[in-house]
């Protein structure tokens, strides 16, 4: 364990690195992230440059920003095996120049492939941010100076700044045997916050007026959506393991710190969606409506599929890694008192308490019949 000293709002701590060997990345965890990122990118700079240098317009082009959940999901399928998927994909290829409508073609590559791919990328964020994010808000509150990062976590979570943030703790077994539809729809929930900033866009967007492009209208909606599930799914870890600060009174949850961020965050959008639509929006007000009622249809099936994959395939595997190293992460508890509730305690059962062998006091040996 790395210590050193740093400082503090009332004095100077003992502040301790994650210890090495805690990272939760697999070496397919490692494939995936590198995997996105790169075809993001190559997607990114594919799309901009045929904006500018062909007739394509960028409604035409987006679906081509989902591309990395393509590739991630087909790298999925390969080492999961599932060949039956992977059958559907060279079948989908086939299709493309059978002169069959390419938005079918997309979709149906999306709806098997893409769905994986994003699932194993929320998977993957998830085991890279877990013990990071734990580690900052455990110092949050305790150091004297915050780094950009500590100060962005501290926003995400709203962290109130009078909580003693050190004493951190989860629960240990988590044993599912259905789907948590509670959680799901508490994605749901956050993906229709987010989906704001979509309704938005499409209010003050004059190409979802136009008729020539309505048809590619849900491809595109579809697109942006798939996006969704990565932004609100990362979270839902701390609500499945309930991350949570415990204090004497009622113990603050990290999950429920992000979720009153984000409706913190929604309240003006909503504001600011229905000022666009009364005094700024030029188009049929019906038109746009019907288009926010499509893109909030798909938030929910695109998330709630996304999610019951999750919870299928990814998360037993992630929960068991994290509560492995739990012992890495915290040895002891922070404040350990006598008294626990169920029973109560010695000195001898405190962490850290010394042990001396009794044996070297000696032994008192008196003379016979001198009493």
């Not at 508490?186 to 008729?211: A, E, H, Q, R």
Request: hydrophobic fraction near 55%; glycine fraction near 4%.
């Amino acid at each position: 364990m790395n210590l050193r000293i740093e400082k503090g709002r009332n004095g100077d701590f003992w502040k301790d690195q994650l210890p090495e060997g805690i990272s939760l990345l697999r070496v397919f965890d490692k494939v995936i992230i590198t995997a996105a990122l790169i075809s993001f990118a190559i997607s990114l700079i594919f799309v901009i440059y045929e904006e500018n240098n062909s007739s394509y317009q960028m409604y035409e082009l987006m679906p081509f920003i989902a591309l990395p959940f393509l590739v991630c999901g087909l790298i999925f399928c390969i080492k999961s095996k599932y060949w039956v998927l992977l059958i559907l994909v060279a079948a989908a290829v086939v299709l493309w120049f059978l002169d069959i409508p390419r938005t079918l073609i997309f979709l149906m590559l999306f709806l098997v492939i893409g769905a994986s791919g994003v699932v194993a990328v929320v998977d993957a964020i998830q085991r890279a941010i877990f013990y990071h994010v734990l580690r900052t808000i455990e110092y949050v509150n305790v150091k004297d100076k915050l780094t950009f990062g500590d100060k962005a976590v501290a926003f995400l979570f709203n962290v109130p700044e009078d909580l003693d943030t050190r004493n951190i703790t989860m629960d240990y077994e988590l044993n599912r045997t259905k789907i948590p539809w509670k959680e799901v729809r508490s994605s749901i929930t956050l993906g229709m916050m987010v989906g704001l900033f979509i309704w938005i866009y499409i209010s003050m967007n004059p190409t979802f007026m136009d008729l020539s492009v309505e048809a590619s209208v849900p491809l595109l909606m579809f697109t942006l959506i798939l996006y969704i599930p990565v932004l609100v799914m990362p979270w839902s870890i701390f609500r499945s393991l309930n991350v949570r600060i415990e204090t004497n009174y009622r113990d603050f949850k990290i999950y429920n710190g992000i979720r009153a961020t984000l409706q913190r965050m929604a309240a003006p959008v909503i504001a600011a969606l229905a000022f666009v639509l009364v005094a700024i929006n030029t188009s049929s007000i019906w038109t746009v409506g019907f288009y926010i009622l499509l893109s909030a249809v798909m938030i929910v099936a695109i998330v709630a599929a996304v999610s019951i994959l999750y919870y299928w395939v990814f998360e037993a595997a992630t929960i068991n890694d994290i509560i492995s190293k739990w012992k890495m992460f915290r040895p002891v508890p922070v404040f350990v008192g006598l008294e626990s509730g169920e029973k109560e305690l010695s000195w001898d059962d405190v962490p850290g308490t010394p042990r001396r062998d009794k044996t070297d006091f000696g032994k008192l040996t008196l003379p016979a019949g001198k009493l």
